[in-house]
């Protein structure tokens, strides 16, 4: 049978079990484009490449498989880019397919070509550019077996024009690429592991995103139980522990509640899991757990050391290594340490007046939220305060809750990401929590979304200011404000109105949350404008750079520390 | 400073110097000096990294082990700096001593 790059590729993303895509075409990859019209798989056209790129990462952060998005060469391609690297540092397994001008003009700065090769080195797993359509049955497989593989990631394949339109005379087909079995685990390891955690008095867990990739939430949630440990999460790690568990002290680091950051300095064994001691998490590295015997557990061996030299390392599947470890584990008290945590967790509990006193304050908003929506809604964030509103506040209930773009912080995410949620979980509820700056950086979505027509509904906490930059430039910069208020205020709920989207601007002044609810029980996307006060911050804030000790909190109190 | 030589095996494909650089760039790890040789068919190829010894030489390996197209990664703590050396003094020498570069190549593969 003949059969050009084009069916190749469609091809085999079908045999891969791919059924949507994403993405916007361009000369280059017409062929593509071509052979997709009469193929299985459903192609999302989005009205920027960037939407395509963060549509492939709801989909992937809500499934945990590999998802594809599409762009042509150049400018498309450069498009793609900032949705790559912020999968590449959230750890978010994706294919990211582009079109390069055909091969006999590679290096001649021919229209519409970039050095896309070029580009994704810095921010992929891995990438490919493609020479021939014989070389798509390797790459293509492959890319997904890296994508998927050990610590997931993005995986960017560059096919030249002329490899889409060229034929094989073709044999057999690969079989789909699948993800690596992780090294295993010594016995010993594991033995010295668990009498680490014996001997200890003080035990944390520390969860990182890596527990929700291996799917290593329940079991890290019976360890804690097991062992009476406190067990505290970083933003990518927030659904992994039900909220109403007891020893579960939410998000640790710049924006984590005091109580957690001041348990953290007690602790004489850190059990790190799937974690990788970013800088938002630690504060100052060299100050963090100060008096702890480190433990990582990670999948990626280069992550361990990095930051942080621990006592001991397990590098594999942490879910097969909390099962290996459960497995022998006896259960342990510790009432003095479970006493002393509580006690904290009481004093230093998240401060908010009540939903009757001030229904659209920041904080409570965001916690009122759940009672708004279905307990396995999944809820997308922009970049910014209302991100970490949502991080201190909303009880995220179950893992893949919340998707939230935590390494790159890339504002944009939360449309796009949301729709792809939905995608991938058709019925369910999506909410985008967003802020009146990051909406703009994708609003273009609307038009996908009204096509689409999912139940997604955005909610902007409109404070008409790029909220996070006010507040570094007020407690930073001496209130200097500068470019961080926005002179004109669109008509949002007009906007989503003029793309096909119900729009409503909410009125403070006549039961909110009532008008919210109503909003939200409607079937159908929404886009719901919602005022918050202006110059709220976000507390408590660990000045970048300081140790976890060190908070900003209360504005009468300036720094609190112990 | 202090150096000491990583050796890589890799394969062998157009992209796989950018991805190793780029690696060193991006981690602002200190590069000083490559050097490549491919292997038999020359599918493979052996590489020899001249590289700051500091304590995040451990950190260095274990990044190089990630990228894809690199097999292997080992000190050679065992050879000297001065290949290099030798291998630019031969290069300095031009036509008239190319055999002390070919001796360097040949020590490292
Ligand atoms: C693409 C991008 N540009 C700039 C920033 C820097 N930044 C971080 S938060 C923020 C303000 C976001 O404003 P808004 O979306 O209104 O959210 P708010 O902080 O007001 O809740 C900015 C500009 C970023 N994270 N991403």
């Given amino acids: 049978m003949t059969i050009n790059g084009a069916q190749i590729l469609t091809t085999l993303l079908e045999r891969q079990g791919i059924k949507i895509v994403a993405g916007l075409p361009g000369g280059p990859i017409l062929p593509f484009y071509d052979a997709l019209k009469s193929s299985s798989i459903e192609h999302v056209l989005v009205r920027h490449e960037q939407g395509a790129g963060f549509i492939a990462q709801g989909m992937a952060r809500t499934t945990g498989k590999a998802a594809v998005c599409l762009a042509s060469s150049g400018p498309g391609a450069t498009n793609l880019v900032t949705a790559v690297a912020d999968a590449y540092l959230d750890s978010i397994p994706m294919v990211a397919i582009t079109a390069q001008v055909p091969q006999s003009l590679i290096g001649t700065d021919a229209f519409q070509e970039v050095d896309t090769y070029g580009l994704m080195i810095p921010i992929t797993k891995h990438n490919f550019l493609v020479r021939s359509p014989a070389e798509l049955l390797e790459v293509i497989p492959l890319a997904f077996s890296i994508a998927e593989s050990g610590r997931q990631g993005p995986v960017s394949v560059d096919i030249p024009k002329d490899v889409l339109t060229g034929t094989l005379e073709l044999g057999e087909w690969p079989e789909p690429g699948r993800p690596e079995k992780a090294p295993a685990i010594a016995d010993d390891q594991i033995k010295e592991l668990a009498a680490l955690i014996t001997k200890a008095r003080h035990p944390i867990i520390y969860l990182g995103g890596g527990v929700i990739s291996a799917n290593a939430s329940a079991l890290a949630h019976e360890l804690t139980r097991r062992i009476q440990a406190p067990i505290v999460s970083t933003l990518m790690a927030l659904g992994a522990i039900p909220p109403d568990e007891p020893l579960y002290m939410g998000m640790l680091g710049m924006h984590g509640s005091k109580a957690t950051n001041f348990l953290l300095e007690e602790t004489d064994l850190l059990i790190a899991i799937g974690a990788r001691f970013d800088d938002r998490a630690t504060g100052k590295a060299a100050e963090f757990c100060p008096t702890a015997t480190i433990v990582h557990i990670d999948i990626d061996r280069a992550e361990i050391g990095k930051i942080k030299q621990p006592f001991l390392s397990l590098h594999g599947d942490a879910n097969e290594i909390l099962g290996k470890l459960l497995a022998t584990l006896p259960a342990q008290q510790r009432p003095d340490w479970v006493r002393r945590t509580l006690e904290l967790k009481a004093a230093h509990d998240l401060r908010m007046p009540s939903a009757a006193e001030d229904p659209l304050h920041p904080l409570g908003f965001c916690r009122t939220l759940a009672s708004l929506i279905p307990s396995d809604s999944i809820v997308t964030t922009d970049v910014g305060q209302h991100q970490m509103w949502i991080a201190q506040a909303y009880p995220v209930r179950h893992p893949r809750g919340l998707l939230t773009a935590g390494g790159l912080g890339s504002m944009g995410f939360g449309l796009p990401a949301a729709i792809g949620a939905s995608l991938a979980a058709p019925g369910k509820r999506v909410v985008c929590i967003t802020g009146d700056g990051s909406i703009m950086m994708n609003i273009q979505e609307l038009a996908t979304l009204a096509e689409l027509d999912l139940p997604v509904a955005i909610i902007i906490m409109n404070n008409a200011h790029l909220g996070l930059v006010r507040q570094q430039q007020e407690l930073f910069y001496g209130q200097r404000y500068h470019a961080c208020k926005f002179a004109s205020k669109p008509d949002f709920a007009a906007i989503a109105r003029g793309f096909g989207i119900r729009g409503v601007r909410i009125d403070p002044n006549d039961d909110p949350l009532a008008q919210i609810q109503r909003e939200l029980a409607r079937p159908g996307p929404v886009l719901i404008d919602m005022p918050i006060v202006e110059g709220a911050k976000v507390l408590p804030m660990v000045p970048p750079g300081a140790a976890n000790r060190v908070m900003i909190c209360e504005p009468e109190k300036a720094e609190c520390s112990c | ?109």
């Fill in chain 2, 1 to 109: 400073m202090h150096t000491t030589l990583l050796e890589l095996e890799v394969r062998n494909h157009p992209g796989t110097m950018s991805h190793i650089t780029g690696l060193f760039a991006r981690r602002a790890f200190n590069l000083e000096a490559i050097l490549c040789v491919p292997l038999g068919t020359g599918a493979t190829s052996r590489i020899l990294l001249l590289v700051a010894d500091e304590p995040r030489l451990e950190q260095v390996e274990k990044q190089l082990a990630k990228l894809h197209d690199v097999l292997s990664v080992r000190q050679r703590a065992d050879l000297s700096p001065d290949l290099f050396r030798l291998l630019d003094d031969g290069w300095q020498a031009g036509a008239t001593k190319p055999a002390s570069a070919a001796t360097a190549a040949t020590a490292a593969g």
